[in-house]
């Protein structure tokens, strides 16, 4: 149990196009969602907390209307790279949590973005 | 302010041998703490947690690991490494006070060789 998928595994697309990242649990309602950015040969740096229904809280230091997420469901939030630059190539990955009191998350396998 | 440091970022060991991965961290609270392995190309999987329970964690594989407050240290070790042990490997602690954000470390890049 408890399996988050991403959607699409990889991703290249041409500068200033936007993109759209889908991060499901497939067996269980997930209350939180969690986006991480991964640079290579780096640790994962957390984006933003996205809870079902409401606006999603960001780190300092993300832009907002660049990373545009949306928690429309318990088992679906999308991460949307707007505008994409060489600099957001990444690799992105989403958690997700289904309950404050279960204290784990459980990750998908990211999704590697590449701007050209 | 919450944080971990993973001291060494690259650990070599030949297979049979006993693995050992240091994990120092900092927190004002009592912390939850989990070690996470990322194989290339796939996503984080869960070794083990400490959730403020028994101080000597086991995990999958065989991995398992001590909480240690007065060394502020949460070491991950396996008695035997496994060519298929290679990996990343993360030490993360999450802010259980006030948050749930996970921080994590830098990672530690286990090469295991025949």
């Known amino acids: 149990g408890a399996v988050v998928s991403q959607h699409p595994s990889r991703v290249i697309c041409k500068s200033g196009t936007s993109v759209k990242i889908e991060c499901r649990s497939l067996?269980?309602?997930?209350?939180?969602m969690f986006w991480y950015r991964q640079f290579p040969k780096q640790s994962l740096m957390l984006m933003a907390t996205s809870n079902e229904g409401s606006k999603a809280t960001y780190e300092q230091g993300v832009e907002k209307d660049k990373f545009l997420i949306n928690h429309a469901s318990l088992t679906l939030s999308t991460l949307t790279v707007t505008s994409a630059h060489p600099e957001d190539s990444s690799f992105y990955i989403c958690?997700?949590?289904?309950?404050?009191?279960?204290?784990?998350?459980?990750f998908g396998p990211g999704t590697r973005l590449t701007v050209l | 302010a919450q944080s971990v440091t993973q001291l060494d970022s690259h650990v070599s060991v030949s297979e049979g041998t006993p693995v050992l991965l240091r994990c120092n961290y900092s927190?004002?609270?009592?912390?939850?703490l989990f070690w996470y392995v990322q194989h290339p190309n796939k996503g984080l999987q869960l070794l083990l947690k400490?959730?403020?329970?028994?101080?000597l964690v086991k995990g999958i594989n065989g991995f398992e690991a001590e909480f240690k407050k007065s060394e502020t240290s949460f070491h991950l070790t396996k008695p035997s490494a496994h060519m298929s042990d290679a990996a990343e490997y993360f030490c993360v602690v999450s802010l259980t006070l006030f948050t749930d954000k996970l921080i994590f470390g830098t990672g530690t890049r286990l090469q295991v060789f025949p």
């Open positions: 067996d269980f309602q997930a209350t939180t």
């Open positions: 958690s997700a949590r289904w309950d404050l009191a279960y204290n784990e998350q459980f």
């Open positions: 400490y959730t403020s329970a028994a101080t």
């Open positions: 927190s004002s609270y009592s912390p939850s």
